[in-house]
Structures are given as C-alpha cells and as structure tokens.
C-alpha cells in the first residue's frame, strides 16, 4: 500500500500533465472525479475498523475461543445471543492523543511528512513556474517526477520493513535529511548532477512518506487511539498542503524568486530531524 501511494504522489504531476496536454484540464478534473467515485464505493465495501471487530488479531492470527454472554447474562454456548463482548482494541499501556500530542517523538515523525507534504505541493502546484526560472520546458522539468516515483517504490518497501525492525525516529530523520538535501538540490536541477541529486533525496524522502503516517503511530502510542492521533498528524498534512504552495507564492512575490521559499520551508525538516536526535518517550507509552 506504501509503495502505491508513494509511487502515485511522486508521478501525479507527469500523469496530470499528460491529461491536461490530451483534452485540457477539465477533461482531467472530471476523471478525477470519476477516479473518486470509484475509491469511495470499494472503501464503503471493504473498509474494516480493526482486525478484532472481523474477528481477526494482527498478521492473520485467530483470537481465542470466547464464550458469549445470553441476554440474562448466562453463559450462552451456542452463540446465539445478540449482546456480545465488544472487540478489545489494543492495551491499557497505548497512549491517549493527549499523551502522544505532549511527547516529542510524535512531533519527530509528524514534522518531516508534515513538510514534504508542504513543499511537495508547492512544487507540483508552481512547477511549470519554477521550470521558467531555471530555463527548463514544461516537460523538461516534470520529466523529473518518473525517476522520483521510481526511486521512491523500492523506498518504500524498504521502509515499511524498517519500521518493523528499527525506531521509526530513524526513519523520520532518513526522511528530514533527505528533505533538506532536496530543498537545496531541486533548485538546481538545470544541471545534471543536481538532476540525479534531486531524484534520490527526494525519492527517498517520498518513499519513507507512508510508513511514518501509517506504521509509526500504532507502533510507538499504539492502538487503542490511533484514529484520534492519527487525525492530528492528518491535520498538520492538510494544513501544510493548504500552506504550501500560498507561501511559495508569496516568498516568490517578494523575493523574486523560489529558491527563496526553498531555503525558508528547509526550517521544518531540520527541526524535525533535532527532534529525532532529542527524543525522550513519555513516562507511559507503547514502545
């Protein structure tokens, strides 16, 4: 799943181009629309809250044999009656959004994706601007994003192994790192070698994108609040996205220029990658 959404974040703007070229933008807007509706009807059909509540545990085990309780709160071998135990979901220890909002690892793993998602879509939304400013052709600098998908595929399968075997804080520093090499490379990308400096800062930092806002949550606060947790590290996407590309508009406005607005959104993934080295876990927590 990873590696889906990593490849389709970094190849949009080359796909969207293409439509746009084909039949123009409404063409392609509609098809997104259509693209939507579709997604919607198969997370309606197959969306399940937790393994537990389909009778599951994590990696396709089976929970132990329960006996149900009958409405009269007798035992009720047969399992017929309608009142039974709801589905536990993970444990006492699994921290609150509160607790985890207050610990700095969740401020470690939140501010790198929170970034590149910031900076991402200023890139896509003014890319064809940017290109003019480095004398690059429409096509010439979204040529950029199909090695970029392509990096960030293996990327991504690496990282979602990783974030089983190591802290995700290591992989959220990989992705700050790559990110502030990124910032600086992409502004030269009118030469070759800051080309391919560009395609494998950014590929990797796309590629550790998913485990960090997937795996890494229930594997440092747990389960049994993830929804609530993972909603504010949602919200500080949505906002960096929403903020974005408005800054680079406005840095550009001011300053004359994009590398500017580069060097300012550098700020988010360097304090991200301090925190990864400052992280101290909370008095409780899941691991």
């Known amino acids: 799943a990873s590696a889906c959404m990593s490849f389709v974040l970094a190849s949009s703007p080359a796909l969207l181009l293409v439509l746009i070229d084909a039949n123009g933008f409404r ?20 969306f399940r809250v937790s393994p537990e509540t389909s009778g599951l545990v994590i990696d396709g085990g089976t929970p132990e044999a329960t006996t149900p309780a009958s409405a009269d709160g007798t035992a009720d071998p047969a399992g017929t009656a309608e009142h039974r135990t709801p589905a536990v979901v ?10 985890a909002v207050r610990d700095v690892r969740f401020w470690a793993i939140t501010l790198p994706v929170a970034a590149l998602a910031a900076t991402g879509t200023a890139l896509t939304f003014h890319i064809v601007d940017f ?22 595929v293996p990327m991504s399968f690496l990282g979602g192994w990783l974030v089983d075997v190591i802290s995700p804080l ?6 700050a790192a790559a990110q502030i090499v990124m910032y600086f490379s992409v ?4 030469e070759t070698m800051w080309i391919v400096v560009t395609v494998a800062a950014w590929g990797i930092a796309q590629g550790c994108f998913s485990p960090l806002t997937s795996a890494a949550v229930p594997r440092l606060f747990g389960r049994r609040h993830l929804g609530a947790i993972s909603g504010i590290q949602m919200s500080a996407l949505v ?8 800054l680079f508009a406005l840095v550009e406005s001011i300053a004359g220029s994009y590398e500017a ?3 300012v959104s550098m700020s988010m993934p360097a304090a991200g ?6 992280r101290r876990p909370s008095s409780s927590g899941a691991g």
Not at 92 to 99: A, G, K, M, P, V
Not at 131 to 152: H, K, M
Not at 170 to 175: N, P, Q, R
């Open 90 to 99: 993970g444990t006492d220890d699994d921290l609150t959004r509160d607790e």
């Open 131 to 152: 290109g003019a400013e480095l004398g690059l052709t429409d096509d010439e600098v979204v040529r950029i994003f199909v090695p970029i998908a392509i990096v960030s």
């Open 239 to 246: 906002i960096g996205s929403a903020i974005g590309p408005a």
């Open 170 to 175: 290591v992989i959220a520093g990989l992705m």
């Open 273 to 278: 990658l301090v925190l990864t080295v400052l």
């Open 261 to 263: 607005a580069l060097w």
């Open 187 to 190: 502004a030269r990308i009118d």
């Open 27 to 46: 063409t392609a807007w509609r098809m997104m629309a259509v693209a939507l509706i579709v997604v919607a009807a198969i997370v309606l059909v197959l």
